[in-house]
Structures are given as C-alpha cells and as structure tokens.
C-alpha cells in the first residue's frame, strides 16, 4: 500500500470521537491520490506528513484545506557492530526492558513528561488540549502493552525500582528502526536518561549488521535533538504535519 493512502487510526479516532486518518505524502500527484482516497472513508480529519522539500505537495494540500501544525526533524544513524557503540553505566539508576506489567508506569510518566507539549494535536484548535495531553499518556500505556522483542520497550528505575523513563523501538522497515515514543519525568530530566537508553537500544540493535535508527522530534525541541546528536545520529530530513479537516467548523 502506497504511503500517500490514507490509513486508520484507531487511537486517536476513539479519543477524540472523531474519525481520523493519516497519510504521507511527497508529490501533487500524491495528494491528489490521497484526496481521491479520502472520499471513500469519510474521514473528520487527516494527518498528512510532507517532506519539508516538497513545496508543491504543500501547496497543493493548503489549497484544499490543509493547515501546518507541526514542523519535524529526523536524526539517523547507522550501526554495524555492538563494539562500536558504547552502552552506558549508571550508579543510581538501571535500564531493563520493558513488558505489559509497567503499562500504569509508564501512562503516568506520560501525563507528566506531556503536560506542557505542544505538538501538531495540540497546535490544532478544533481538539481539545486535555484529550491532546490524554493521548500521550495513553499511547504510553499502549506500547508497554504492545511490547515484544520486535516492538522493544526500554525503562529507566531508581534504585527501589520506580520506573522514571522509557524509550521504545518499533521497526519501520527490514534493518530499519525508529523510536515511536519516548519520555523522561520531570522530576528526573536533566541527568542523562534518555541518553542511556537510546544508547542502550542502539548497542542491542547493532548485534546485527549494518541497522538503521530514526528518531523524530519536534524542531523546536532543542535539548532533545542535542541529546541525540551526542548520542551519534544526525539530521536526515525534516517533514512537516498537515492537518486537513473535511468537516465545517
């Protein structure tokens, strides 16, 4: 299936009641087919993700209705071999993997890691921000739940266990990873965390040869995008998110 087909997302569309869909597109041609698409599922709203190059699929999608709420930058790497990446140790903290049992752990790191976010549902007027902020916990909670060897879970526990961050990997293509989702308490960010455990992900993807990593973050989230960068990925692409509402205000 073609990325500039629309696809369901069941998450969001129970959250915020509403049927949403979400397509990548890069060419007119690509909106036009997406546009074509759209009309079958009678959606209220589309997430449409646009490399940040494509000025004609962004103008074509302004002319029918899209408005730009986020701006994204992709970080990559590559890694051939576990010697070559340094897994890190800590002294008051531990990372392990995740499973279902940390779900309630982690929808609470969510609500509070999310509380002040501003991403492209909080950026649209015509969503609520408290279902906006609801959604992060929530997603958080779905990927403990989800997690296996291949959707790994990573979390970060105090010394009595208390679990205070989490990192997790899902794969978007054969030897090609991202980072779907990931957040630090606040009461702990600052000492390293998420650095650990994006280190520690990429030490264990690198058992096999010559893998890919993706992390994706907002433009304007500096510290994280410095954090990554010291971590080895670089900038790869930017792609900017579109939401097309087919429904009057």
């Given at each position: 299936?073609?990325d500039?087909?629309p696809?369901?997302?069941?998450?969001?569309?129970?959250?915020?009641?509403?049927?949403?869909?979400?397509?990548?597109v890069?060419?007119?041609?690509?909106?036009?087919?997406?546009?074509?698409?759209?009309?079958?599922?009678?959606?209220?709203?589309?997430?449409?993700?646009?490399?940040?190059?494509?000025?004609?699929?962004?103008?074509?999608l302004?002319?029918?209705?899209?408005?730009?709420?986020?701006?994204?930058?992709?970080?990559?790497?590559?890694?051939?071999?576990?010697?070559?990446?340094?897994?890190?140790?800590?002294?008051?903290?531990?990372?392990?993997?995740?499973?279902?049992?940390?779900?309630?752990?982690?929808?609470?790191?969510g609500?509070?890691?999310?509380?002040?976010?501003?991403?492209?549902?909080?950026?649209?007027?015509?969503?609520?921000?408290?279902?906006?902020?609801?959604?992060?916990?929530?997603?958080?909670?779905?990927?403990?739940?989800?997690?296996?060897?291949?959707?790994?879970?990573?979390?970060?526990?105090?010394?009595?266990?208390?679990?205070?961050?989490?990192?997790?990997?899902?794969?978007?293509?054969?030897?090609?990873?991202?980072?779907?989702?990931?957040?630090?308490?606040?009461?702990?960010?600052?000492?390293?965390?998420?650095?650990?455990?994006l280190?520690?992900?990429?030490?264990?993807l690198?058992?096999?040869?010559?893998?890919?990593?993706?992390?994706?973050?907002?433009?304007?989230?500096?510290?994280?995008?410095?954090?990554?960068?010291?971590?080895?990925?670089?900038?790869?692409?930017?792609?900017?998110?579109?939401?097309?509402?087919?429904?009057?205000?």
């Amino acid at each position: 299936m073609s990325d500039a087909l629309p696809v369901h997302r069941p998450l969001e569309s129970a959250l915020f009641g509403q049927n949403i869909l979400s397509a990548h597109v890069a060419s007119i041609a690509d909106v036009d087919a997406m546009l074509a698409a759209v009309q079958s599922h009678k959606p209220a709203l589309v997430v449409v993700r646009v490399p940040a190059d494509a000025i004609g699929a962004m103008q074509r999608l302004e002319a029918a209705g899209g408005r730009v709420c986020d701006i994204l930058v992709t970080l990559s790497g590559r890694m051939s071999g576990s010697a070559s990446v340094h897994q890190p140790a800590m002294q008051e903290f531990a990372v392990r993997r995740g499973d279902a049992s940390d779900a309630t752990a982690l929808r609470a790191i969510g609500a509070r890691a999310f509380s002040e976010f501003v991403g492209h549902w909080h950026a649209d007027p015509r969503l609520p921000r408290e279902l906006a902020d609801e959604l992060y916990a929530r997603w958080a909670s779905d990927l403990a739940k989800a997690s296996s060897e291949l959707r790994p879970l990573y979390v970060v526990a105090t010394e009595d266990g208390k679990i205070v961050s989490f990192l997790a990997l899902a794969e978007s293509e054969p030897q090609r990873w991202h980072v779907p989702l990931t957040a630090v308490d606040p009461a702990f960010q600052g000492r390293g965390l998420l650095c650990t455990m994006l280190l520690t992900a990429m030490h264990d993807l690198a058992t096999s040869d010559d893998v890919a990593l993706d992390y994706e973050t907002q433009l304007t989230n500096r510290a994280a995008i410095s954090t990554v960068s010291r971590c080895g990925l670089v900038p790869s692409i930017s792609r900017l998110t579109f939401h097309l509402w087919t429904t009057q205000q």
